[in-house]
C-alpha cells in the first residue's frame, strides 16, 4: 500500500474511508468527531491517532481501530476517557500539555505510557486478562509530568513499572508523580531529567518492593505495608529518598552522589536503621535520628520543624548544621567531649525568604562555632540565633543584612564572639566566660547583657 498523503481528519459524521498507507500516518480527532461507527485503518508504519478533547466525557466507544499503534490525549476542562475496547495494536499511550486528567480503559495490551508537559492525573486500564500474570512490566516515558504541581499516574495490575525521565524534570518542590498500582512491587528509574516520584509499594516480609535509580540525580518517596522488606538501592546521581516508616526490613542505600535523607518525623535509631547506607544529608523534623556511622558518612542536617525538637546523633565534627525555620534542636556526639578543636557550622534560614527566626542548637562538647544568618537582602526583620555548648570557647556570627541579631546559648567556657560580620545591631544574652570574655561586632548599634557566666 503507497503511502497516504492525504490529510485523516475525523468529521463529526461516520467515518469509514480513512485509511493509512506506507507511511507514519496521523489520525487528527477531537471529543466531537471520534464518534461510534468510526472505522480506522493505520495501514502499515507507525501511526497515531491524535485526540484533543475540550470536554468531559468517554471517547471511542464503538469506533473500531486497527494498525494505529499509539494513541495521543491532550485534555482540557474535564476528564477525557479513552474506551480503547474497540482499539486493536495499541503499543503507546499519551497524555501530553493535558490540564485535565486522561483515562485509558479496555486496553488489549501493556502499553508504553507517555506524559508529556501534565501535571494532570493519568489512568491506564486494561480488559480482562491482560494484567492476570505475575510479572508484568510496563514502560513509562516522563518528560515534564508534575512540573508544576502534584500528579497521579495510576496502573493497576502492572509488578513492575520502569520510569525513564527525558527533556525536562520531572515532579518538583510543587508537588511529585506519584506512582499508585494495586500490584506495583517494584519501580526502576532511569534518565539524565530529575525525576521526583513517589510509591506505594506492594511487599511482604519475605518480597522485598524494590526501588532502583540509576546516575541520574532522582527524588523518591517510598512506603512499604507495616512489617515488609524493601531494597531501596540508588545510584550515582546526587538523590533524595524520603520515608515515613523504617524497620530493619528495609534496606537503604544511597550509592553515590551527595545523598540525602529525608527523615521528616521519623524516628531513626541505629537498630531500626541498621540497613541504611550511603547517606551524606539528613533533613530531621520533630524526631529522633541515629544512622550508623560506619555505613553513613553524614555531613550535613537539617532542621525543618518550626516547633523544634529535632535531634540526629553521631554528626561528625566539622559538619554543617541547617536551620531554615525556627526551633531548638540538638546534634548529639560523645567524641566531641575529649578533643578543644570540634567546630560545626550553623546555618539559619535562607537567602531566598525573610521574617523573624528564633533558632536555638544545642551541641553538647563542640568547642568552636560559626553561625551564619541567612536572609533576604530587602528584609530587615530581627532574628535569634545561639549554640549551646559547655565546652564552646569561640563564636563567630555572620549576617550581611540590616536585620537585628540577637546572640543566645553560648557555656561557660565562651571566651571571644566574634559578631564583626553582622551589618545589624547586636544584642549578646549568651552566656559567657566569667573572666577574658571579649566581644566583636560591626557597623550597628550593638547591646551587651550580663548572661550566666
Given at each position: 500500500?503507497?503511502?497516504?498523503?492525504?490529510?485523516?481528519?475525523?468529521?463529526?459524521?461516520?467515518?469509514?474511508?480513512?485509511?493509512?498507507?506506507?507511511?507514519?500516518?496521523?489520525?487528527?480527532?477531537?471529543?466531537?468527531?471520534?464518534?461510534?461507527?468510526?472505522?480506522?485503518?493505520?495501514?502499515?508504519?507507525?501511526?497515531?491517532?491524535?485526540?484533543?478533547?475540550?470536554?468531559?466525557?468517554?471517547?471511542?466507544?464503538?469506533?473500531?481501530?486497527?494498525?494505529?499503534?499509539?494513541?495521543?490525549?491532550?485534555?482540557?476542562?474535564?476528564?477525557?476517557?479513552?474506551?480503547?475496547?474497540?482499539?486493536?495494536?495499541?503499543?503507546?499511550?499519551?497524555?501530553?500539555?493535558s490540564t485535565a486528567d486522561v483515562v485509558f480503559n479496555g486496553l488489549k495490551t501493556i502499553p508504553t505510557v507517555n506524559m508529556t508537559?501534565?501535571?494532570?492525573n493519568l489512568t491506564v486500564g486494561f480488559a480482562t486478562a491482560v494484567t492476570t500474570g505475575t510479572t508484568d512490566a510496563a514502560t513509562?516515558?516522563?518528560?515534564?509530568?508534575?512540573?508544576?504541581?502534584?500528579?497521579?499516574?495510576?496502573?493497576?495490575?502492572?509488578?513492575?513499572?520502569?520510569?525513564?525521565?527525558?527533556?525536562?524534570?520531572?515532579?518538583?518542590?510543587?508537588?511529585?508523580?506519584?506512582?499508585?498500582?494495586?500490584?506495583?512491587?517494584t519501580l526502576n528509574i532511569t534518565g539524565t531529567a530529575t525525576a521526583r516520584v513517589s510509591a506505594a509499594l506492594v511487599a511482604t516480609?519475605?518480597?522485598?518492593?524494590?526501588?532502583?535509580?540509576?546516575?541520574?540525580?532522582?527524588?523518591?518517596?517510598?512506603?512499604?505495608?507495616?512489617?515488609?522488606?524493601?531494597?531501596?538501592?540508588?545510584?550515582?546521581?546526587?538523590?533524595?529518598?524520603?520515608?515515613?516508616?523504617?524497620?530493619?526490613?528495609?534496606?537503604?542505600?544511597?550509592?553515590?552522589?551527595?545523598?540525602?535523607?529525608?527523615?521528616?518525623?521519623?524516628?531513626?535509631?541505629?537498630?531500626?536503621?541498621?540497613?541504611?547506607?550511603?547517606?551524606?544529608?539528613?533533613?530531621?523534623?520533630?524526631?529522633?535520628?541515629?544512622?550508623?556511622?560506619?555505613?553513613?558518612?553524614?555531613?550535613?542536617?537539617?532542621?525543618?520543624?518550626?516547633?523544634?525538637?529535632?535531634?540526629?546523633?553521631?554528626?561528625?565534627?566539622?559538619?554543617?548544621?541547617?536551620?531554615?525555620?525556627?526551633?531548638?534542636?540538638?546534634?548529639?556526639?560523645?567524641?566531641?567531649?575529649?578533643?578543644?578543636?570540634?567546630?560545626?557550622?550553623?546555618?539559619?534560614?535562607?537567602?531566598?525568604?525573610?521574617?523573624?527566626?528564633?533558632?536555638?542548637?544545642?551541641?553538647?562538647?563542640?568547642?568552636?562555632?560559626?553561625?551564619?544568618?541567612?536572609?533576604?537582602?530587602?528584609?530587615?526583620?530581627?532574628?535569634?540565633?545561639?549554640?549551646?555548648?559547655?565546652?564552646?570557647?569561640?563564636?563567630?556570627?555572620?549576617?550581611?543584612?540590616?536585620?537585628?541579631?540577637?546572640?543566645?546559648?553560648?557555656?561557660?567556657?565562651?571566651?571571644?564572639?566574634?559578631?564583626?560580620?553582622?551589618?545589624?545591631?547586636?544584642?549578646?544574652?549568651?552566656?559567657?566566660?566569667?573572666?577574658?570574655?571579649?566581644?566583636?561586632?560591626?557597623?550597628?548599634?550593638?547591646?551587651?547583657?550580663?548572661?550566666?557566666?
Amino acid at each position: 500500500t503507497p503511502a497516504n498523503t492525504a490529510p485523516l481528519i475525523l468529521t463529526s459524521g461516520v467515518d469509514t474511508t480513512l485509511v493509512g498507507g506506507a507511511g507514519n500516518d496521523s489520525y487528527t480527532a477531537t471529543n466531537l468527531t471520534l464518534t461510534a461507527g468510526d472505522v480506522l485503518s493505520g495501514g502499515d508504519g507507525t501511526d497515531a491517532l491524535n485526540l484533543t478533547s475540550t470536554l468531559a466525557g468517554t471517547y471511542g466507544t464503538g469506533v473500531v481501530m486497527t494498525g494505529v499503534e499509539n494513541v495521543n490525549v491532550t485534555a482540557s476542562v474535564g476528564t477525557a476517557t479513552v474506551d480503547a475496547s474497540g482499539f486493536t495494536g495499541v503499543t503507546g499511550v499519551t497524555s501530553s500539555g493535558s490540564t485535565a486528567d486522561v483515562v485509558f480503559n479496555g486496553l488489549k495490551t501493556i502499553p508504553t505510557v507517555n506524559m508529556t508537559a501534565t501535571s494532570s492525573n493519568l489512568t491506564v486500564g486494561f480488559a480482562t486478562a491482560v494484567t492476570t500474570g505475575t510479572t508484568d512490566a510496563a514502560t513509562i516515558n516522563v518528560n515534564g509530568a508534575a512540573g508544576t504541581g502534584a500528579a497521579t499516574l495510576t496502573i493497576n495490575g502492572v509488578e513492575t513499572l520502569n520510569v525513564a525521565t527525558s527533556g525536562s524534570n520531572t515532579g518538583s518542590s510543587a508537588g511529585a508523580l506519584t506512582i499508585t498500582g494495586d500490584a506495583l512491587s517494584t519501580l526502576n528509574i532511569t534518565g539524565t531529567a530529575t525525576a521526583r516520584v513517589s510509591a506505594a509499594l506492594v511487599a511482604t516480609a519475605s518480597a522485598a518492593g524494590t526501588v532502583t535509580s540509576d546516575a541520574g540525580a532522582h527524588d523518591v518517596t517510598f512506603t512499604v505495608p507495616a512489617g515488609a522488606a524493601a531494597n531501596v538501592a540508588m545510584g550515582a546521581g546526587n538523590d533524595t529518598v524520603r520515608i515515613s516508616s523504617i524497620s530493619a526490613a528495609q534496606t537503604i542505600a544511597g550509592g553515590d552522589g551527595t545523598d540525602t535523607l529525608v527523615a521528616g518525623a521519623t524516628a531513626i535509631t541505629t537498630t531500626t536503621g541498621a540497613n541504611i547506607s550511603g547517606f551524606e544529608t539528613v533533613s530531621i523534623g520533630a524526631a529522633s535520628v541515629a544512622l550508623p556511622t560506619a555505613t553513613n558518612t553524614v555531613a550535613t542536617v537539617a532542621f525543618t520543624d518550626a516547633a523544634g525538637g529535632g535531634t540526629y546523633t553521631g554528626l561528625a565534627a566539622g559538619s554543617t548544621v541547617n536551620q531554615t525555620v525556627s526551633g531548638a534542636n540538638t546534634v548529639v556526639n560523645t567524641a566531641w567531649a575529649t578533643p578543644t578543636t570540634d567546630a560545626l557550622t550553623i546555618n539559619v534560614g535562607s537567602a531566598s525568604a525573610g521574617g523573624a527566626i528564633t533558632q536555638g542548637l544545642t551541641a553538647t562538647g563542640i568547642d568552636t562555632a560559626t553561625i551564619n544568618n541567612l536572609q533576604l537582602s530587602t528584609d530587615a526583620t530581627a532574628r535569634s540565633v545561639g549554640i549551646t555548648s559547655a565546652n564552646l570557647a569561640s563564636l563567630t556570627v555572620n549576617s550581611t543584612g540590616a536585620a537585628p541579631i540577637t546572640i543566645t546559648g553560648g557555656g561557660v567556657a565562651l571566651a571571644t564572639i566574634n559578631a564583626a560580620g553582622v551589618n545589624g545591631t547586636v544584642t549578646n544574652n549568651a552566656t559567657t566566660a566569667t573572666a577574658g570574655f571579649s566581644l566583636t561586632t560591626g557597623a550597628g548599634a550593638d547591646a551587651l547583657t550580663g548572661g550566666a557566666g
